[in-house]
């Protein structure tokens, strides 16, 4: 129900911020899936658990920074297999392994200008100029 409210109201802060349309389509995925993650990954679904998410707005772009209170990941080899990776691919593999998803860095790199961890691995931060 939270994720929800949040991504309504960046959406809202996102339709205000004066970009084309496919640009606030492009953020708003990527929001969405960086709260996806934070919640699912980051805070292993504990309700109790916080995420941060801050807004900001400047002439050239819009930025968003989502943080968890996880103990965060590698973001080298995630981004690195993102950036690399071939998507099909990896899909399935990890549908072979059991597992599913690991496609998000690879939407978000997509959808972004810019995506960048912190060193631990809670807080990412999305770029997209307008």
Known sequence: E?????????????????????????LAVAFREAVDNAARHGNKNQELKLIDAIYLLDKQKVTITVEDEGEGFDTELYLTRGIQGNAVAAARERNQAGRVGGLGIMLMLKCLDDLEYNYVGNLVKLTKYR
Do not use: F, P, S, T
Not at 5 to 26: F, H, P, S, Y
């Open 2 to 26: 939270w994720i929800e409210k949040a991504n309504d109201l960046v959406g809202r802060l996102i339709d205000q911020a004066q970009m084309d349309e496919e640009k606030a389509a492009a």
